[in-house]
């Protein structure tokens, strides 16, 4: 079955890089059409998509964020990393990564745990 | 971006009793390959994100019967049709038409 499992920091100060890794199994990044992404969410509020890579290398970014944002994929070791640079306070939330398949559900059907982050000085 | 509004934005219901939550996307959410990729997702207390609804109105696997999804171009139903203390949470509607991917504000549905 699929599964993912993100790690990385609790606690990051201002100003700092998050960086992210997002590990999978029960499925191949070299397969067509798969994708995995970053959604996160500030406590309380709803979810926001970051980012994703594609089986093909294609990535995409949100443009609220993309000038912040690298994502990248080591398929040898199923696992996807996510870096965000110059943290604020206001990027304090839960960071998920999410699997999709196109055409097949193009949507994120499975779904990490998630990990909180919390930036404060 | 694409603007998804979901409302009502708090629904309480009878335990039995129906639920409806309806979003609208600020564009058509047909894609080029004909494809209208909207999904609904529901977010109980504490957990993680769950798939319910994929391509408008395809149940995701495991999820009961009891949730339909519905609609066409830029607006969307996602029904419950009797609700049971388990479906406590936050639902989502989400478009994969056009990037970035987006999301609604979300939808509590909670007991009466």
């Known amino acids: 079955q699929i599964t993912l499992k993100e790690s990385g920091p609790t606690l990051v100060r201002p100003t700092q890089t998050l960086t992210l890794t997002c590990t999978f199994s029960?499925?191949?990044?070299?397969?067509?059409?798969?994708?995995v992404g970053w959604i996160r969410q500030p406590p309380g509020k709803a979810l926001e998509w970051l980012a994703l890579?594609?089986?093909?290398?294609?990535?995409r970014y949100s443009p609220s964020q993309k000038s912040r944002l690298t994502i990248t994929k080591d398929t040898s070791r199923n696992q996807v990393v996510l870096t965000m640079t110059n943290m604020d306070p206001v990027d304090t939330a839960t960071y998920y990564c999410?699997?999709?398949?196109?055409?097949?559900?193009?949507?994120?059907?499975?779904w990490g745990q998630g990990t909180l982050v919390t930036v404060s000085s | 971006d694409i603007v998804m509004t979901q409302t009502p934005l708090s629904s309480p219901v009878t335990l039995g009793q129906p639920a409806s939550i309806s979003c609208r996307s600020s564009?058509?959410?047909?894609?080029?390959?004909?494809?209208?990729?909207l999904s609904w997702l529901q977010q109980r207390p504490g957990q993680p994100p769950r798939l319910l609804i994929y391509?408008?109105?395809n149940r995701f696997s495991g999820v009961p019967d009891r949730f339909s999804g519905s609609g066409a171009g830029t607006d969307f139903t996602l029904k419950i049709s009797r609700v049971e203390a388990e479906d406590v949470g936050v639902y989502y509607c989400?478009?994969?038409?056009?990037?970035?991917?987006?999301f609604g504000q979300g939808t509590k549905v909670e007991i009466k």
């Open positions: 029960g499925f191949s990044l070299n397969t067509s059409g798969v994708s």
């Open positions: 890579t594609y089986w093909d290398d294609d990535q």
């Open positions: 999410a699997h999709s398949d196109y055409p097949t559900v193009t949507t994120w059907d499975f």
């Open positions: 564009q058509s959410l047909v894609h080029s390959d004909g494809n209208t990729y």
């Open positions: 989400m478009q994969a038409t056009h990037f970035p991917w987006t």
């Open positions: 391509k408008i109105s």
